[in-house]
Every structure is written in C-alpha cells, then in structure tokens.
C-alpha cells in the first residue's frame, strides 16, 4: 500500500536585501607560505614542491593565482626557470594576511525566516514558496479541498526585520563577503508561507542544509498525528526560545577585557572613551539629567570638533513625568553649543533599561562597554560596575541590540539605523577563533535567569549577587535558588543591595526574609552601591543592568535588560573584593 502524503504550510516571512558585496580572490595560509617561499630565495619548481611539501598539481595551481595577482613572475636563468618575488609581492609577504583582490559590486539577496526556529535560509532554497495572495486559497478552503495542516508560529513576529542577524546568516559564496546594507530598498514581509508534503517520516520541500532544528520543531508539531502509529520517530523535548535569545560566546584574551569598578574610575573612563575616539561613539544612558549633561558637555563638545559622531540613547524614567521637560532641555544645550553639531539626542525612547557605550579606540578598532551605569544621569558618586570587551565579535552582537532597539516597524529607517548596520557588517569577524582563555557572552534579558540557575547547579563554595534596587523579585528570582544551592552544597550565598523598592519599600519584609533565608544567605545594605552584578566561586561573573533583586529577569521584552557574562581565571574573585573596597 502506497503511503499517503499529508500538505503542511510552514509560516515565513520573506524578504530582499540590498547589498554591496565585496568579490574577490581571497588567500590561504598556504598560499602565504607559498609567496614567502619564493620571496626568502629564487626557486624552480622542484625545489618549491620539495620545501613547501604540497603536491605538483596543488602547487601549480598557487603559482598560477599568485602570478595572476602580480606578486610572482617568471626567470629564465638557462637552463632553468626560476619563480621570483616582483616588487608588488615584497609590498605584501610581510603582512600578517595576503590582500584580498577585489572589486565592489551590489546584488539583492531574496531570503526567508521561517517563524518557528527563527532560521534564515535563502528563499529558493524552498521550492515551493506561496505569496500572501497565493496562500489566501489554503488559509480558506473551500469544501472538497484536501486537509491540510497550518503550522503555528512560534517566533515573536514584532522582532523580525533586516538585521544584523539576519544578514549576517545569509550565505554568500566563498569569493564575497557583505559590506555595505541598504535599509531604504530592502524590505521583509509576512503571510508568506512554505508549502510541504510529509510521507511517513519524510518532509520535502524544505532547504537542504541548516534546518535540523526546524524539522524536529515540525515534528513535534504535527507528524506523530499525521502518521499515527506507524511512525518510527519518537520526538524529545525541545526548548522553544524567543529568536536570539542567545548570543555566542566569544573567546579573547585577558588583556582585552576591562572591568572597571567605582564612580570615579567611571568618570574617568569616560573621558577617556569621548578623548580617545576619532569616529563614533553610541551611548544608552537610559535616563539623560540636564545638569550632568552639562558637566559633561566640554568633553562631548570636544570629541564633536574633532568630528567624532555621537549618538545618545535613552529610555523613559517611569518615575519620573518630567522626563519629555528634561530631554528638550538637554537638547537646547546640545543646540547652544556649536561645538556639539555632531552630538545627537534621538526623539525616540528604546524601551531598554540597559547602560551600553559602543566606541573606536582611535586606532580602527571598536569596542563595548556594558553595566550598570547611567552615563548621563550619574553623578559618578555611588559605586557602579562595568565590563568593557575589546572584541569585534562582541561589538558586533552588541550592534545587533542596539539595531533592534532603534528600527522602526513599518517605517523608512534612519541613516542612524543604516549606519549602525554597516559598521557591524564591517567589522563583522568572517573567520571566528578562540583567541583566548576568557569567555564572554552578550546576555539578553532571558538569558539572566539562566545564569542564576547556572550558578545555583554548579557553584562550589560561593554565590555573590550585588543589586541596587531590593523588592518584589528577591524570592523566587534569587533567594529561592540560592537558598537551594546552600542547602544542597554548603554554598556560601552573600546577597548586597543599596535601598528598598516597591513591595518591599516602607515595610517590614527585609526583616522577613532575613528571618526565613538568614540561615543559609547573608543580605547586607551597602550605600551608595549602583552595582549590578553576579558571581560564583572564583571564575564566574555576570555583569549587568538588571537589578537582580526588584526586577524579574525575563519581562517579555528581550532586550530591556543586557549584561555580559565572563569566565575567566579570577574574574569573579576580583569584581566581587573590588566592589567590597569601593566606598563609591
């Protein structure tokens, strides 16, 4: 009996990007090697094939690429003929990575998010893709119309646009590599739908590369009702989450991350960061006070002349009604001050409570900065924790957030948005590797709980949480699985907050907890600690802008809080005794 075949519709949204694309012979270690060969002595071919090891075919073929690119060219010395290094070449052997030669070109790339992994394919990768009015017949079928099944979507449709993300999935051939994005033509639309056809265990129509977790998503969703019991495939359980909800973790060298500690130190760091730059700055300070904008003006103003752009980012204070009042009146500062022509303050909050400086280091290289400090509401008094991470493929994770925070759904983007795309298609690292001991991660708002679970099941002798804000999220955020931790391991658990919030504020419930949880966890006020931060053992930190103990970690929206999380050889013991030394 011939098995019967079942229509699925896999839920998309499709989109085209307009891209510069950067085409061109790229070069490999052997080839390097090859040239440098040749450049430390005049060689025959024999003599090559015989120092580099490479076979005849193999190394002909190097040869041939190399003399075509100008660095090699051919001597007859009789009665041989000798490979020699041409002047261009001796420009070249010496650098760390042979030039690419290449040419710019633009190209549109047509692509598909599927909305149950989040997954980006190439849209003809789906051979049979059904435009919103095309699949307006299989959304409303009329009787005699053969069953089919609707997957549901599972990805928030809100947050998906042309992004970083999506763009730096999509798949270009081994000679291109993107670097330049045009937001005002490209576009991403829903409705679209993928039309399949599942026979037992088997599903066509779906690309054939990347889609492992999208097809046990489809699996779980409906095969084992399509096949009955005749199916073989017994689907597990599978961990739905928001689309990049986790970033990468990226691997760098000591030097290169930065943990600064105290309010002076952040002053002087950012001083440092607006002296130092020559192109960009981007600064989310969440909330803007006029009159420490005005302090700070000198040095904006400073950085301004010398052309450096600087964007500002902001949330509203949702204590505060005045905050429309005081953003005009920073603005009018900026505007009275010609020396602040490149200093912008953008018309639109970010709904993120995270505190973030994006910046070059005056030498082509960027970096980010992440924690707890307002940089232009502070008054650099109370004692505030930040990470900084000199890292392009950090940065460009980071890119990535602030990209989302600042598109607009349905709208033409800014050139703000457009240029926050391109500097991390630039900067973007192609070849990714561990260049380091020390492990970092850009952390999400869900991505929190995550780590207090992390450290809750694996931490061996402490657990230290410092918060500026203590309330209604104490006890199942955090008390409850460091409670269980103690309990279980004998973990020390040391808990630091700075002043009481909502729920808990004008009431009796510090004295509460301390009565139910003081057996097993140590709750102490620290003043003037803004800190937000989290530890374990000797190695483990999580620095942050949420306030552990008054906001739960996952409130729906994914980037309203971020931190990074760091693993390293004494990280945590540092950050934890730094922040018990500092007075402010």
């Not at 489809?218 to 084992?224: K, L």
């Not at 500690?261 to 909330?287: M, P, Q, Y």
């Not at 009604?321 to 009275?336: F, G, I, P, Q, Y």
Request: proline content about 3%; hydrophobic content about 40%; some cysteine.
């Amino acid at each position: 009996m011939k098995p019967s075949s079942h229509v699925i519709l896999l839920p998309l949204y499709r989109g085209v990007a307009h891209l510069r694309i950067e085409k061109g012979e790229q070069w490999s270690d052997i080839e390097h090697m090859v040239l440098f060969s040749v450049f430390r002595e005049r060689s025959t071919l024999q003599r090559l094939k015989e120092e580099t090891r490479l076979s005849q075919s193999m190394l002909i073929e190097i040869l041939i690429r190399l003399m075509r690119a100008g660095w090699i060219e051919l001597l007859e010395e009789k009665p041989v003929i000798l490979f020699c290094i041409t002047d261009y070449g001796l420009s070249v052997v010496v650098k760390d990575k042979l030039p690419a030669i290449t040419k710019e070109i633009k190209k549109s790339v047509h692509f598909a998010i599927d909305m149950l992994s989040g997954g980006v394919h190439l849209a003809n990768t789906f051979p049979h893709l059904l435009s919103p009015n095309k699949a307006h017949r299989f959304l409303n079928p009329h009787a005699g119309d053969d069953d089919l099944t609707i997957l549901n979507s599972i990805i928030n449709s809100e947050h998906l646009h042309c992004d970083l993300e999506v763009l730096s999935k999509l798949s270009m051939r081994p000679d291109e590599s993107i670097i330049g994005f045009n937001a005002e033509k490209s576009w991403v639309g829903k409705g679209w739908y993928a039309k399949l056809v599942v026979t037992e265990d088997e599903i066509e129509g779906l690309p054939a590369k990347g889609v492992d977790n999208l097809t046990d998503i489809i699996r779980e969703q409906c095969i084992e009702n399509l096949s009955g019991k005749n199916n073989l495939y017994s689907p597990g359980p599978h961990i739905r989450k928001e689309r990049k909800a986790a970033f990468e973790t990226h691997f760098v060298k000591e030097d290169n991350v930065e943990l600064i500690v105290g309010g002076k130190n952040h002053e002087d760091f950012f001083h440092k960061v607006l002296n130092d730059a020559e192109r960009w700055v981007i600064i989310h300070s969440t909330f803007i006070n006029p009159e420490r904008l005005a302090t700070q003006l000198p040095f904006l103003a400073e950085a301004s002349k010398r052309g450096v752009q600087i964007d500002i980012l902001w949330d509203k204070d949702e204590d505060d009604n005045n905050s429309t009042d005081k953003l005009a009146e920073c603005r009018k500062l900026l505007k009275e001050n010609q020396d602040c022509r490149r200093v912008t303050i953008h018309d639109f909050t970010t709904n993120s409570h995270a505190k973030m400086i994006i910046a070059d280091n005056g030498s082509d290289e960027y970096f980010s900065a992440i924690g707890s400090c307002n940089w232009l509401l502070t008054g650099f008094k109370s004692t505030e924790i930040t990470s900084c991470i000199h890292d392009h493929g950090f940065v460009f994770d980071c890119l990535t957030v602030i990209g989302k925070l600042i598109h607009t759904p349905g709208k033409i983007q800014s050139k703000f948005y457009t240029d926050v795309i391109n500097l991390g298609l630039n900067i973007n690292p192609i070849h990714k590797k561990a260049d380091g001991d020390i492990k970092v991660r850009l952390l999400s708002s869900a991505c929190h709980e995550e780590m207090i679970h992390t450290a809750r099941d694996t931490a061996k002798s402490e657990i230290f949480i410092a918060s500026n804000k203590l309330g209604g999220a104490i006890e199942n955020q955090v008390l409850i699985p460091a409670d269980g931790a103690s309990r279980r391991n004998a973990i020390e658990v040391n808990i630091y907050y700075e002043r009481l919030s909502g729920p808990a504020y004008k009431t009796d419930i510090i004295n509460e907890i301390k009565e139910k949880y003081g057996s097993t966890t140590n709750i102490t006020q620290k003043r003037n600690a803004h800190a937000k931060f989290l530890v374990w053992d000797n190695d483990n930190a999580v620095v942050t802008s949420l306030n552990w103990l008054s906001k739960d970690a996952d409130d729906g929206n994914p980037y309203s809080e971020i931190g990074v999380s760091i693993t390293g050889t004494a990280k945590a013991g540092l950050l934890k005794n730094e922040y018990l030394m500092h007075k402010r």
